[in-house]
């Protein structure tokens, strides 16, 4: 499952992956027209407990389809179909907690990306986030799924 979750390129299109990027980069610009619109202002803070909520649902998420491709007479599923479906949940699982789309919370994330790269929260999530897609995974290398 790993190698198809790095073949499909979803990593790079998880909403906190952009918000790792501006942090890895301070020198991009933190503020968009994009951000002026938005009203929802948000708290480091928030960000820090949807980014952990994020990465308890890819988790989730993940595990479960391992089980399901595990069972017997499991059909196999395209990678970047099911990669699009558990990022859709996850994020789905955000928005329905906090009322927050991922672009909103991508949004506040560079608004706040000075203070989340000293959050170690935020930060010891973000790293389970890219851990995620090799757990279940294991389970079903003997599909060579994943």
Request: proline share 3%; no cysteine; hydrophobic share 40%.
């Amino acid at each position: 499952m790993r190698s198809a979750w790095e073949k499909s390129g979803a990593e790079n299109s998880i909403a906190m992956q952009n918000i790792m990027g501006g942090l890895r980069n301070p020198s991009s610009s933190s503020s968009s027209p994009a951000e002026d619109k938005k009203g929802k202002k948000l708290k480091s803070s928030e960000i820090v407990s949807m980014q952990e909520l994020m990465v308890d649902e890819l988790k989730r998420t993940t595990e479960a389809a391992g089980v399901a491709l595990a069972l017997p007479n499991a059909s196999s599923w395209r990678a970047e179909v099911a990669v699009q479906l558990v990022q859709s949940l996850a994020s789905a699982a955000v928005e329905r907690r906090y009322g927050v789309s991922a672009e909103e919370m991508t949004l506040a994330g560079f608004q706040h990306a000075a203070t989340l790269q000293r959050n170690e929260r935020f930060m010891r999530a973000t790293e389970k986030q890219q851990d995620v897609p090799g757990k279940p995974m294991r389970a079903e290398g003997a599909h060579g799924t994943h």
